[in-house]
């Protein structure tokens, strides 16, 4: 009998730095060292904790699962003497357009109110309106229960596969600055030294969050002296969040007007300035490909849970409707919804957009719009836009931002139409929606930083895209909201991430002529003369720290999951408020 003399316990702290100390022991058992060899007769003990986790780490296939709370603020009143649209709406002037229409029989009385929540919803349950969505009909759409989930929205898995420069636009609302850069050029800025911290400051304030901290270094796009680097003395003005935007340097006497106020620029971040280049930042979009097809998503309703807003509705009686019809019109709702996939996703030999492994996942929403409210293109249309944080914010004059009229905010995505008899003399009318992406598309993404040192990524803006109204079936400039030619409308969040696996919360550095098996994704450092990078964590570790993911794994396949909250948002308008109608007395229409 004897005891296996190979074994070797390795303390859990020198596995991961940050990993929490644990006790170790090993139950020693009595085995036998000699035994009759049986021809043909081999067998092996299996811990079935072991296959478990080898098969864990093994499997690159995943399902992610999202519970999605949809949080939606219907806004807009409109007005439209398109039959369809007309007989539903939330009314506003129902009395009023009920005189007109019943008074002289008038087919193009305009019917004002909102669109009905059914027209946002991430799935729709209006399934048989006469004259809507009533199937094979004369109706406005020949409505599919099974696609009630793809007529509004639709719903992709995606990641981001690599970084693209792209033409970007901010406005200074404080002084009225429009900037216009690329984002390779890093973020912009404006010297404002009326906010400064003194007379020994220089102070900066940039439109987005520069991510820098005092004792680190700028490397500005102007320089003094054949100087471009300056170390970051200060952040902030003293107001709420601004360390986030502004920033100061010391001021040890600079001349000239290279730092006078109102001096624009960009600026990009360096941690060290012995090795400039190596610890220099990189300011990229970073550009996403669709892994799935619509018809793989599968939205579902999370049972009975509502979130915490309320039902927004009203009683429409039949006398105040154009078609003679009582119901309960729905203006705003509070469903939760679960979505999944119906085929796994293998990311097998498939490298993010800084080449190492994929990490993450991105549930990406897509507006369609099939029922024609909103995208039309050309002319005072505006089809699907794209913009960042910093292009959402009204202008002091309550309009929206001019980068909504830019050609280059467009977000690439083609937009398809179809024609419907319009009212009696009236020609035909056009009604237009987004074409659904297909796996393999590619879609931009959030406004990111990169820094070769700390070896991680930071989104310095998410991207947005917003949709306007179709003026040609539904005008809310006739209501006196928008303007013409630059509307508001609607925008939202594209992507949404999920983690998949986590990089350590440190990074391990070794040479390569002494370290062996060092990753395929770490860099070299210059400085250091160095490789860097961090280590993946396996699945079911957490940290000290709290990084680290333990998803159910079943059947060869990861089951990540989230909760999410998708908000539709509007943009600087206001609702008008309503009053409750009283049914009407009777007159000479009854």
């Given at each position: 009998m004897g005891v296996n003399d190979t074994t070797k316990i390795v303390l859990s702290t020198l596995k991961f730095k940050s990993a929490p100390q644990l006790g170790s022991q090993i139950t020693v058992p009595f085995n036998q060292n000699v035994k009759n060899i049986t021809e043909y007769d081999r067998s092996q003990n299996i811990d079935l904790i072991d296959v478990y986790n080898q098969e864990r780490e093994k499997s690159k296939k995943f399902r992610p699962l999202t519970k999605i709370t949809f949080l939606f603020k219907n806004t807009y009143v409109g007005e439209t003497n398109y039959r369809p649209f007309y007989e539903n709406l939330y009314y506003v002037n129902a009395i009023e357009s009920s005189r007109q229409f019943c008074a002289n029989g008038n087919p193009n009385v305009y019917w004002s109110g909102y669109p009905l929540y059914n027209e946002f919803d991430l799935s729709r349950t209006d399934n048989d309106v006469v004259g809507y969505t009533k199937p094979n009909t004369n109706g406005h759409i020949n409505f599919v229960s099974t696609s009630a989930s793809s007529y509004n929205w639709n719903f992709f898995l995606s990641y981001g596969y690599k970084n693209v420069d792209k033409l970007m636009s901010a406005i200074d609302t404080k002084k009225n600055i429009t900037f216009n850069w690329n984002a390779f050029q890093g973020i912009p800025f404006v010297i404002d030294n009326s906010i400064s911290n003194g007379q020994n400051y220089i102070t900066f304030r940039s439109v987005c969050k520069h991510g820098l901290s005092v004792g680190e270094f700028v490397e500005l796009s102007f320089n003094y002296n054949g100087q471009n680097l300056f170390q970051v003395s200060d952040l902030g003005d003293g107001t709420y969040n601004s360390e986030l935007y502004v920033f100061s340097i010391t001021n040890i006497g600079y001349t000239g007007n290279t730092f006078a106020t109102g001096k624009q620029g960009t600026l990009k971040r360096v941690l060290n300035d012995n090795n400039p280049i190596s610890t220099r930042s990189e300011y990229y979009v970073r550009r996403h490909k669709i892994l799935t097809n619509q018809s793989e998503s599968i939205l579902t309703n999370a049972g009975f849970e509502l979130n915490s807003f309320k039902l927004t509705k009203q009683y429409e009686p039949s006398a105040l409707t154009p078609n003679n019809i009582s119901r309960v019109s729905v203006k705003e709702g509070s469903q939760t919804y679960n979505l999944s996939f119906a085929n796994d996703v293998d990311l097998q030999n498939l490298i993010d957009n800084q080449k190492r492994p994929i990490s993450e996942l991105f549930f990406t929403f897509q507006w369609v719009g099939i029922f024609g409210w909103?995208?039309?293109?050309?002319?005072?249309?505006?089809?699907?836009?794209?913009?960042?944080?910093?292009?959402?914010?009204?202008?002091?004059?309550?309009?929206?931002?001019?980068?909504?009229?830019?050609?280059?905010?467009?977000?690439?995505?083609?937009?398809?139409?179809?024609?419907?008899?319009?009212?009696?003399?009236?020609?035909?009318?056009?009604?237009?929606?987004?074409?659904?992406?297909?796996?393999?598309?590619?879609?931009?993404?959030?406004?990111?930083?990169?820094?070769?040192?700390?070896?991680?990524?930071?989104?310095?803006?998410?991207?947005?895209?917003?949709?306007?109204?179709?003026?040609?079936?539904?005008?809310?400039?006739?209501?006196?909201?928008?303007?013409?030619?630059?509307?508001?409308?609607?925008?939202?969040?594209?992507?949404?991430?999920?983690?998949?696996?986590?990089?350590?919360?440190?990074?391990?550095?070794?040479?390569?002529?002494?370290?062996?098996?060092?990753?395929?994704?770490?860099?070299?450092?210059?400085?250091?003369?160095?490789?860097?990078?961090?280590?993946?964590?396996?699945?079911?570790?957490?940290?000290?720290?709290?990084v680290g993911v333990d998803y159910p794994f079943l059947n060869g396949v990861h089951y990540p999951f989230r909760n999410l909250i998708f908000r539709l948002i509007p943009e600087g308008s206001t609702s008008i408020p309503l009053n409750v109608v009283p049914l009407p007395t009777t007159d000479e229409c009854e």
């Open positions: 909103t995208s039309k293109p050309g002319g005072n249309g505006f089809p699907l836009r794209q913009g960042f944080d910093f292009n959402l914010p009204t202008l002091s004059t309550g309009k929206p931002n001019s980068w909504w009229v830019n050609p280059f905010s467009t977000a690439g995505i083609s937009t398809l139409s179809y024609s419907k008899p319009g009212p009696p003399a009236k020609p035909p009318i056009n009604f237009y929606y987004n074409k659904p992406l297909v796996k393999g598309d590619e879609i931009d993404g959030d406004f990111c930083e990169w820094n070769d040192s700390e070896y991680q990524e930071r989104v310095i803006s998410n991207i947005y895209h917003k949709f306007t109204f179709n003026d040609n079936v539904f005008d809310i400039n006739i209501i006196g909201q928008s303007d013409a030619t630059n509307p508001f409308g609607y925008y939202y969040q594209v992507h949404h991430p999920i983690t998949l696996k986590s990089f350590s919360s440190y990074i391990e550095e070794g040479d390569a002529a002494s370290v062996t098996n060092i990753p395929d994704w770490a860099v070299y450092d210059q400085l250091s003369q160095n490789f860097i990078w961090r280590d993946i964590y396996p699945y079911g570790f957490i940290d000290n720290d709290g």
